[in-house]
Nanobody, 121 residues
Framework: QVQLAESGGGSVQPGGSLRLSCVAS????????MGWYRQAPGKERELVAT???????MYADSVKGRFTLSRDNAKNTVYLQMNSLNPEDTAIYYC???????????????WGQGTQVTVSS
């Protein structure tokens, strides 16, 4: 019912920056909390950051001060600005959104297919 399209991943040197974008489309009435998760090889998926519809943010300790999450409700888009990247940030980054498709319908969690971020010298 809802598709999330991530973009902006790539390869960067330590200390570099990347900006990830996630655009939601499909059956959308209201998008509530959106967030980014990541999964490194051999590790479990972990929460990176979340943002409410009113732009209240929460960050994992590992990215505080380096990453900034923002959203544009009119465009159904969330952005993750990543600065001071280090090799530990290497992972596939997944976008997540809690979406209500229509009035009176339960919220559903939607996931993107992921975008690769590689940080190496």
């Amino acid at each position: 019912q809802v598709q999330l399209a991530e973009s902006g991943g790539g390869s960067v040197q330590p200390g570099g920056s990347l900006r990830l974008s996630c655009v939601a489309s499909g059956r959308i009435y209201i998008i509530y909390t959106m967030g980014w998760y990541r999964q490194a090889p051999g590790k479990e998926r972990e929460l990176v950051a979340t943002i409410t519809r009113n732009a209240a943010t929460m960050y994992a300790d590992s990215v505080k001060g380096r990453f900034t999450l923002s959203r544009d409700n009119a465009k159904n888009t969330v952005y993750l600005q990543m600065n001071s990247l280090n090799p530990e940030d290497t992972a596939i980054y997944y976008c997540n959104a809690e979406v209500q498709n229509s009035p009176g319908v339960r919220r559903r969690s939607s996931w993107g297919q992921g975008t690769q971020v590689t940080v190496s010298s």
